[in-house]
């Protein structure tokens, strides 16, 4: 069974860091493609990054590229998203998702976690 668990969230202010972690079970994750998406409150559910190919083509939104760094451990199944310069309008909860195909659109995924929330004070 596929699992996704996000954990790392937390309270931080503006200006600081944050790494979430997503350890990813029930998958064969030296290929899937790995992707982070967040969802504030009152707006629809954003493209973050995404791990592809296996962990070989990674990719990051527009609104973050500068600020944010996707990365995996295949030895522990985990991908992580580092997050540094974090502003107030990072402020959301953070999805992990899988998929085992390539699909065009970026938020078409297979599979995805609970999320866990970040919160970003001014």
């Known amino acids: 069974q596929v699992q996704l668990v996000e954990s790392g969230g937390g309270l931080v202010q503006a200006g600081g860091s944050l790494r979430l972690s997503c350890a990813a079970s029930g998958l064969t994750f030296s290929t899937v493609h790995m992707g982070w998406f967040r969802q504030a409150p009152g707006k629809e559910r954003e493209f973050v990054a995404a791990?592809?190919?296996?962990?070989?083509?990674?990719s990051l939104g527009n609104s973050v590229k500068s600020r944010f760094t996707i990365s995996r451990d295949s030895a522990k199944t985990t991908v992580y998203l580092q997050m540094n310069s974090l502003k107030p309008e990072d402020t959301a909860i953070y999805y992990c998702?899988?998929?085992?195909?390539?699909?065009?659109?970026?938020?078409?995924?297979?599979?995805w976690g609970q999320g866990t929330k970040v919160t970003v004070s001014s």
């Open positions: 791990d592809m190919w296996g962990g070989t083509s990674p």
């Open positions: 998702a899988a998929r085992t195909t390539y699909r065009l659109r970026i938020d078409d995924y297979d599979y």
